[in-house]
């Protein structure tokens, strides 16, 4: 059994799968992907996205405001606390710091994030933290907020070990996405060879991010096997390791009961 521990299905095309969520839930179960979490990216499209998966017992969701998004209804504290009590919400996020394309200060994510901290402290709920070029005051804003209070996910995770070793100090896991299969990526396969196993995770970020050898292609859950195999090449584990591992580690993080 696998567990996608970060995917977007509700921004997956569904004309490949005839128009029907459930047979693109089917696909996605044939490859033995028995749970997996939904990620809300803002409140403006968190309704559409929770009924989606509402009907789904294995498919539960998280509710934030992703940081690339700059024009959309900020969230408050109180907002994203209301919204986390509703059923199936076992996560806050994603959130966290995007300085990939700057267009300003980027004061307003460094904001937003501290807002969703707050929210996961006041909820309870773990946090799933985004971060591309922006390790400092990611790590900083972990520390001075105490993220450490709630722990979490580092999702798709590309830094390096140093940083990984911080945010498992904090008691974050530390997520590895299909990326890892790219030809480019040998630091990526590095740094996830010093992983601790109960601090790992594996996801899709679908439709994004699809492995090899379906790069380029819209990306679905019943692909995180894939992510699961490299590792246990580079890892030198058995696969079955791999899935069961990160299969029990995203139960525990994500306060789920077992299957």
Not at 51 to 80: M, N, W
Not at 161 to 176: G, L, P, R, T, V
Not at 234 to 245: G, H, L, M, P
Request: some cysteine; overall charge negative; hydrophobic content about 40%.
């Amino acid at each position: 059994m696998y567990f996608d521990s970060h995917c977007h299905l509700d921004r997956i095309d569904l004309a490949e799968y005839d128009n029907n969520i459930n047979s693109l839930v089917n696909t996605i179960e044939s490859s033995l992907v028995t749970r997996m979490l939904c990620i809300s990216v803002n409140l403006e499209t968190f309704d559409t996205m929770y009924r989606k998966i509402i009907a789904f017992p294995q498919i539960f969701c998280s509710v934030g405001v992703h940081p690339g998004y700059e024009e959309v209804q900020e969230p408050s504290v109180d907002t994203l606390v209301a919204l986390s009590k509703k059923n199936k919400v076992v996560a806050i996020g994603e959130t966290g710091l995007d300085y990939v394309n700057p267009v300003s200060d980027m004061q307003w994510q460094r904001d937003r994030f501290t807002i969703h901290i707050e929210a996961a402290k006041i909820s309870g709920l773990p946090l799933i933290i985004h971060t591309r070029e922006a390790r400092e005051d990611t790590i900083k804003i972990m520390h001075s907020h105490r993220a450490s209070d709630v722990g979490g996910v580092m999702h798709c995770f590309t830094e390096d070990w140093e940083m990984a070793k911080q945010a498992i100090d904090m008691d974050f896991y530390i997520s590895i996405s299909g990326i890892v299969t790219f030809n480019q990526a040998s630091n990526v396969r590095e740094m996830a060879k010093k992983i601790p196993l109960d601090r790992l995770l594996i996801e899709t970020d679908s439709p994004w991010l699809s492995p090899a050898p379906f790069r380029g292609k819209q990306n679905h859950p019943g692909r995180v096997p894939l992510v699961a195999e490299k590792l246990a090449e580079i890892r030198q584990e058995d696969v079955e390791t791999i899935a069961r591992a990160t299969y029990d580690n995203a139960n525990r993080l994500f306060n789920l009961k077992a299957d």
